[in-house]
């Protein structure tokens, strides 16, 4: 079974206002998770590194202000995409490994469909 | 920094026959390598990795793929493809020590022609 959890799994929102999506390790730790975004027929892009406890790290050209990363425990990181535009509409994924580090699994969510209108 | 090239964007095979999806990545050490397969609007699913050890990685579904450090490649193989292989495939480096942080190739869709 899916070990690390999605949540929503789509989601419909107007411009201008907030969605929050949730990522859930669970039945490991995860002192980081990673979030990437994938436009359609397109490639995952890495957005941000989710640290337990601590600030995100952002990857070149991603907009702190706008994708919005909380990693309050170490089974959750949540991604808010505030004040959504069309043009944020895509398939955002995250993906989280067990602290204890190389020789454990490499877990992928299912993803979350977001569609701005 | 590390990068992954997929040059291949879209590939069609007849069924049953042989395959070969092209990777080259750019890293200063030795790379952890992946393979990810994605089915339309699906998550994603590890098809195999490389660490380290025996160059030669067998995967799930009967694909296995080669570490050739000289040509800096990591090309994903498959003797007979089935109609249920077409799907979107992404070769992948690990960025940090952990491998952790991917790094995703662009993506190679492979068709299956019956």
């Known amino acids: 079974g899916a070990v690390v959890s999605q949540h929503p799994s789509r989601v419909i929102c107007k411009s201008g206002t907030s969605v929050k999506i949730e990522c859930r390790s669970l039945d490991f730790q995860a002192t980081t998770m990673f979030w990437y975004r994938q436009f359609p027929k397109q490639s995952l892009m890495l957005m941000a590194t989710?640290?337990?406890?601590?600030?995100?790290?952002?990857e070149q050209g991603v907009e702190k202000d706008k994708f919005l990363i909380n990693h309050a425990s170490l089974t959750l990181s949540t991604l808010t995409v505030t004040s959504a535009h069309p043009e944020d509409s895509s398939f955002y994924i995250c993906?989280?490994?067990?602290?204890?580090?190389?020789?454990?699994?490499?877990?992928f969510g299912n993803g979350t469909r977001l569609t701005v209108t | 920094a590390q990068s992954v090239t997929q040059p291949d964007i879209h590939i069609t095979v007849s069924e049953g026959a042989s395959l070969e999806l092209r990777c080259n990545y750019s890293?200063?050490?030795?790379?952890?390598l992946f393979w990810y397969v994605q089915s339309p609007g699906q998550g994603l699913q590890l098809l195999l990795k490389y660490f380290s050890g025996d160059t030669l990685v067998q995967g799930i579904k009967g694909f296995e793929a080669e570490f050739k450090r000289s040509q800096s490649s990591f090309n994903l193989r498959k003797p007979s493809v089935h109609w249920s292989d077409a799907a979107e495939y992404f070769c992948?480096?690990?960025?940090?020590?952990?491998?952790?942080?991917?790094?995703f190739g662009s993506g190679t869709r492979l068709s299956i022609r019956p």
């Open positions: 993906s989280a490994r067990d602290y204890r580090g190389l020789g454990s699994p490499l877990h």
């Open positions: 992948a480096v690990g960025a940090d020590s952990s491998a952790s942080k991917i790094i």
């Open positions: 890293y200063g050490a030795t790379p952890y």
């Open positions: 989710s640290n337990e406890g601590s600030k995100a790290t952002y």
